[in-house]
């Protein structure tokens, strides 16, 4: 092998190495963002509300890899939409950094899901208010009330999520199979982190 193959062999080498150091820091392990989830559902929700909700959440989201983005755009950790992160970055000012920073990523995701669940309260859902947060942030807090006015016509409590998973496939113009998939998906990833936001790992 000639000086300059050589040469650019090991650019080359050094090039996938970057190219995987960058990977590696995008994806990261499980529990790379904890701190970040803690601090942050601890400011918009509260030292009692269980953190692990949004860990649970950006695990269904983009398995937790800050370098993710959906065919349709959605960025990050939490897959926000540059235009809902910028106006959830002008109503919150110490989000001070672009979209796909990790730490502002989660902190908007779980800026949005602050206003959905305070949207929700004030329509007198209780119960199953974590449900109508995590619906609505997947398909929209429009959509979710769309739900509602058809549980309403077959007379069914409109607070009732197991209600509004049954008048779903009647709902026009709703991908209802993903936004229940969705919130599914986040509470089984809740079910399998521990009471310290560890991925609990099953041993044969």
Same mark, same amino acid.
């Given at each position: 092998?000639?000086?300059?193959?050589?040469?650019?062999?090991?650019?080359?080498?050094?090039?996938?190495?970057?190219?995987?150091?960058?990977?590696?820091?995008?994806?990261?392990?499980?529990?790379?963002?904890?701190?970040?989830?803690?601090?942050?559902?601890?400011?918009?929700?509260?030292?009692?509300?269980?953190?692990?909700?949004?860990?649970?959440?950006?695990?269904?989201?983009?398995?937790?890899?800050?370098?993710?983005?959906?065919?349709?755009?959605?960025?990050?950790?939490?897959?926000?939409?540059?235009?809902?992160?910028?106006?959830?970055?002008?109503?919150?000012?110490?989000?001070?950094? =672009?979209?796909?920073? $990790?730490? /502002?990523?989660?902190?908007?995701? &779980?800026? !949005?899901? @602050?206003?959905?669940?305070?949207?929700? #309260?004030?329509?007198?859902?209780?119960?199953?208010?974590?449900?109508?947060?995590?619906?609505?942030?997947?398909?929209?807090?429009?959509?979710?009330?769309?739900?509602?006015?058809?549980?309403?016509?077959?007379?069914?409590?409109?607070?009732?999520?197991?209600?509004?998973?049954?008048? =779903?496939?009647?709902? $026009?113009? /709703?991908?209802?199979?993903?936004? &229940?998939? !969705?919130? @599914?998906?986040?509470?089984?990833?809740? #079910?399998?982190?521990?009471?310290?936001?560890?991925?609990?790992?099953?041993?044969?």
């Amino acid at each position: 092998m000639t000086s300059r193959s050589a040469g650019i062999a090991l650019l080359a080498c050094a090039g996938l190495l970057v190219a995987g150091t960058a990977a590696a820091q995008g994806r990261g392990r499980s529990d790379h963002y904890d701190e970040t989830f803690r601090k942050y559902s601890k400011r918009y929700f509260g030292a009692t509300y269980d953190w692990r909700v949004f860990k649970a959440q950006g695990l269904a989201e983009s398995n937790l890899d800050s370098l993710a983005r959906s065919r349709f755009g959605a960025r990050g950790v939490m897959q926000l939409m540059p235009t809902t992160f910028r106006e959830i970055a002008s109503r919150n000012p110490e989000i001070r950094r =672009a979209i796909n920073d $990790p730490e /502002w990523n989660i902190a908007a995701g &779980i800026s !949005y899901d @602050r206003r959905l669940w305070d949207q929700w #309260a004030a329509d007198s859902v209780t119960v199953h208010r974590r449900e109508f947060m995590l619906a609505s942030y997947n398909a929209g807090r429009g959509t979710i009330l769309g739900a509602q006015s058809a549980a309403r016509a077959r007379q069914l409590d409109e607070r009732s999520w197991p209600n509004i998973e049954t008048v =779903a496939p009647t709902v $026009p113009r /709703w991908r209802w199979r993903e936004t &229940i998939g !969705y919130v @599914r998906k986040i509470d089984g990833h809740l #079910a399998k982190l521990d009471e310290h936001g560890r991925l609990i790992v099953s041993r044969p």
